[in-house]
């Protein structure tokens, strides 16, 4: 019942989590397919990738202005800015057009992500409750859909601009049911300046969180056809298991955050994401490697909510907007960064070994969370 009510309680940014989650698990599952269209090597799509990390930082900076500027509009405007970027993957063929598509898919993709993420905290701020794993649950649940289903509009030959334009037409019927009013600040709260240390840390946690899973989402489809020798179905199946397993994990992580420490979630669920990354570095088989994407998304689950819900928490309400914005800059510069540091070990040495750097980078958490325990977290 914790995550039932926790997302009765955030029901208006639970929708918005939705909407992104439906975008990027259908992207990941058409990655083969785009990449052959634009006819990228695994070095160059993985530059290409870069165009989103460019959209997100450029976008993570005004994201409090735009917020503020639009008020209880700025995330149904979002998403529908969301749902127009989206359209343009699908439908460019060369490498610097696609360059661009990412490039304002990664715009509109910050947007709403600061956006609904604000919302959650100051929720969390309002109820005195743990809502961001919930919430995050719902992103990865939606991701999984996304990904399933476009695995099958894949082998029935829809194209990848008829799926963007579907979602569309779902997003412009939701719009409405994502008005909200952000929650008033005083100034008063504010202090001289922001608290860099404790947005550095949780960003630090949030950006290895977000490359481990963009590794998985970019790259996995391509790592069971291409390396294990699976059918475009069967691709689709790698981001639908980490997708899955997400929601799982953020799910159950919405009850373990109410009793234990975040800082020992943490850590644990750290230790889990590295033994499903190794599985999945030594799969023969498609099999084995859906085992794999499968615990290391168990394990990767609960880390970015809990370092953004860490910032939200750490900060005074005035500059909880800003904090997370910061933060979220750090984290998805990452998530998209990883693609092409994937893409250039790929290219040198195989996927296996990519999945493996994967490995050694989740090992990092573990001083950053001594390092936040210091500061009372």
Not at 46 to 59: F, K, M, Q, R, V
Not at 125 to 145: C, I
Not at 265 to 284: C, K, Q
């Amino acid at each position: 019942m914790s995550v039932l009510s926790a997302l009765r309680l955030s029901h208006i940014p639970a929708l918005a989590f939705a909407i992104l989650g439906l975008y990027w698990g259908c992207f990941a599952a058409l990655v083969p397919l785009l990449k052959e269209r634009v006819g990228a090597g695994d070095g160059l799509f993985g530059l290409l990738l870069l165009g989103t990390a460019c959209g997100l930082a450029t976008t993570m900076w005004f994201a409090p202005l735009v917020d503020r500027l639009l008020g209880r509009w700025s995330m149904g405007l979002s998403a529908v800015a969301l749902s127009l970027a989206f359209l343009l993957p699908g439908a460019v063929t060369s490498p610097i057009g696609f360059f661009l598509a990412m490039f304002a898919c990664g715009l509109a993709s910050g947007l709403t992500d600061v956006i609904m993420n604000a919302r959650v905290s100051d929720l969390e701020a309002r109820s005195g409750r743990s809502l961001m794993n919930a919430n995050h649950g719902t992103f990865s649940l939606a991701y999984a859909v996304g990904a399933f289903a476009t695995g099958l509009a894949r082998e029935a030959g829809v194209s990848p601009v008829a799926l963007f334009a579907v979602l569309a037409v779902l997003v412009l019927a939701l719009v409405h049911r994502l008005r909200m009013t952000p929650a008033a600040s005083e100034a008063s709260d504010a202090p001289a300046s922001l608290p860099w240390g404790i947005v550095l840390l949780c960003g630090a946690v949030v950006l290895i969180a977000f490359m481990s899973e963009a590794a998985v989402e970019a790259w996995s489809a391509l790592h069971v056809e291409r390396t294990l020798g699976g059918s475009a179905a069967e691709g689709a199946l790698g981001p639908t298991m980490l997708g899955l397993t997400m929601a799982v994990g953020r799910y159950g992580g919405q009850a373990v955050s109410e009793r234990l420490s975040t800082t020992r979630v943490i850590i644990w669920a750290a230790v889990l994401a590295v033994g499903g990354t190794m599985l999945v570095v030594v799969a023969p088989v498609p099999l084995v490697a859906y085992l794999g994407f499968g615990i290391m998304g168990l394990g990767i689950s609960v880390i970015g909510p809990m370092g953004l819900a860490l910032v939200g928490r750490l900060v005074p309400p005035s500059l909880r907007t800003v904090a997370i914005s910061r933060t979220a800059v750090l984290g998805f510069l990452g998530f998209f960064a990883a693609p092409a540091i994937m893409g250039f070990v790929s290219e040198g040495f195989g996927l296996r070994a990519a999945f493996g750097a994967v490995a050694l980078l989740l090992l990092l958490l573990l001083p950053l969370v001594f390092a936040l325990r210091k500061r009372g977290a």
